[in-house]
């Protein structure tokens, strides 16, 4: 994206980004281009995530959030980095925070990376702790519940590897093979805390940045805290902070500039500023 067709605002806060170190922070809004929906961003239904605490209930809850994720996570897999992943990985900041759980972060390269609320792509079992990948519980799930792919082909696909579905009835979900425990995605789910190492070690960088440097917000609407407190952080040490994102955010108030636009035209825009 030229900067001769960003407006006025987006010009300035690529002025402020461009010889500063940065700490990087992204959300659902960065992965739209590759195909993978948001919760918040502006047209998205409203959607209602399974909650930790729903997760842990039963078997019924279990059942459902396997279900859906078996199909989800049957698509979400094809996706690759699209050029704002890419151009974050060549910015090379000195953190990046990502809220997103796809992998493609690490897929593009980045190498200085926390990503918060975890991989999709791992399994943990709630009982032993023991972790698998995902395409290991993918063959399992195949293997327990032959044709349900091919059956809910039509089933509309939703963030963070899920589908729009119902009817879960009689689908088998597998049991740890270490101790016969839950299975549950290596995600912090809503309702769920986000190990405390994994804060820490974003406040340190958030915080080494001073006034000299930014925090650089991309596709993330910050509704929740996980994302916010970084934003509040820097906001209250006299970081600049610039945030990207087609619709408003809790974080704007906080900001030293907003810009409504696309994170891959922004990002990619920002790199070219950043390589002149």
């Not at 919760?39 to 039963?58: H, I, L």
């Not at 590897?161 to 049991?175: H, K």
């Not at 974080?251 to 990619?268: I, W």
Request: glycine share 10%; net charge negative; charged share 20%.
């Amino acid at each position: 994206m030229s900067s001769a067709v960003l407006d006025p605002t987006a010009l300035d806060a690529l002025a402020l980004l461009a010889d500063r170190p940065l700490v990087v922070l992204t959300g659902a809004g960065l992965s739209t281009d590759s195909g993978i929906p948001d919760y918040r961003g502006p047209g998205s239904p409203a959607r209602r995530p399974m909650t930790y605490q729903e997760f842990v209930s039963g078997p019924a809850a279990q059942q459902r959030y396997w279900a859906r994720s078996h199909l989800g996570w049957s698509r979400m897999r094809g996706a690759e980095p699209n050029p704002g992943h890419a151009a974050v990985a060549a910015l090379d900041p000195e953190l990046l925070i990502t809220q997103n759980v796809d992998g493609l972060h690490e897929a593009a390269g980045t190498r200085r990376m926390v990503a918060l609320h975890g991989r999709i792509a791992d399994v943990v079992c709630l009982g032993c702790r023991r972790t698998t990948s995902r395409a290991s519980m993918q063959a399992r799930l195949e293997d327990a519940n032959p044709g349900w792919l091919t059956a809910h082909v039509d089933a509309a696909t939703r963030p963070d590897g899920d589908v729009d579905l119902e009817d879960t009835d009689g689908f088998v979900v597998p049991v740890c093979e270490e101790c016969g425990g839950v299975l549950k995605p290596d995600v912090v789910f809503f309702g769920e805390n986000v190990p405390p190492p994994r804060v820490a070690r974003c406040y340190e960088a958030v915080e080494a940045l001073g006034t000299d440097g930014a925090l650089l917000v991309a596709g993330s609407s910050l509704t929740v805290m996980s994302g916010l407190r970084f934003v509040k952080r820097a906001a209250a040490l006299g970081t600049p902070v610039v945030i990207v994102n087609r619709g408003e955010t809790r974080g704007d108030p906080l900001a030293t500039y907003t810009v409504h636009a696309g994170c891959s035209d922004f990002l990619t825009a920002l790199l070219a500023a950043r390589t002149r």
